[in-house]
């Protein structure tokens, strides 16, 4: 088996005033090359045949003139970039501040896979109650690239089959329908289309950072029927717009990232649009 090969590059006269990102370098390479990865150290006479070589690269350091490399890595190159945003800013002065900020926008800003999918199938049943009976669903989702950067198409789809009406849980629903239809039959698609809007790299300081503003265009339709599955089937549909704000509060790593999204939504079954407010945070 091929073994995976990480080059490594910081500023140029990182070693020259070597401190904590130095350190974090040498045991990052020592630790990759000890679980078998081969680890280079940049070499601008030789960049060509390492770049050659590389599977991924990462660079230590936001020193200003740090995206030149790291643009270049991203844009031109197309190689996997990590990046270790190290630097000790003992005087504002003395640090271009907008090359750090260039630095950092280069980040990866896929917030959804490019691709990717999900298949469920549950059973949901009371044996201690007869009368109850079963439900039987099936969903699957698809994550597809957008038609820009950045941007991501979100497939869903589910069938559910109930042998009595007293279930109203369903694997998908219309956004902003009335929920009180108890289906003994029912089938349902989404189609949601995600993209960024906004990334503001701002805050308040120790208090809030804002990442990202993102929107997600949005499209559902059902169609059921009840009655011990002789009725009429009936249609239910709807489509809006959600509008999220990504923030991370009070010094919280970045993968805690929460969410407030607001939402409108207009549902066949409603004279007039549904607004909403969410609130999601990881735990």
Known sequence: MTSLTVLFNTYPV???????????????K???????????????????EQLDAADIVHYFSVQGGSWRFCGH?????KLPLVLSPIIWIDD????????????????????????GYTVRLM????????????????SAGAYLPGVWAHHSIRLRAAAQYSDKSVFRQ?????????????????MAL??????????????????????RVRANLALDYARYRSGGGHGAWRNLWSYGLDITL????????????????FTIHKPSDRSAPVFGVGFTMPI
Do not use: M
Not at 15 to 27: A, I, T, Y
Not at 199 to 208: A, E, F, M, V, W
């Open 92 to 115: 504002p002065r003395k640090y271009g501040l907008d090359d750090i900020g260039a630095t950092l926008r280069l980040a990866h800003r896929d917030f959804l896979p490019r691709w």
């Open 246 to 261: 990504d923030i991370v509060p009070i010094r919280l790593p970045a993968s805690t990232s929460t969410a407030v999204t």
């Open 170 to 186: 369903k694997e998908l629903f219309p956004r902003g329908a009335r929920y009180d239809i108890n289906p003994e039959r029912y």
């Open 14 to 28: 990182a070693f020259d005033c070597p401190g904590g990102g130095e350190v974090q370098l040498l045991n990052y």
């Open 73 to 77: 890595i991203r844009d031109v190159r």
């Open 30 to 48: 020592e630790a990759l090359e000890a679980a078998g990865v081969r680890v280079l150290l940049y070499d601008v006479w030789h960049a060509r």
């Open 190 to 211: 989404a189609v949601d289309y995600q993209l960024p809007l906004w990334y503001p790299d701002t805050g308040i300081n120790s208090l809030l950072y804002f990442r």
């Open 123 to 138: 059973n949901t049943s009371d044996p201690t109650r007869g009368w109850v009976g079963n439900l039987w669903s099936a």
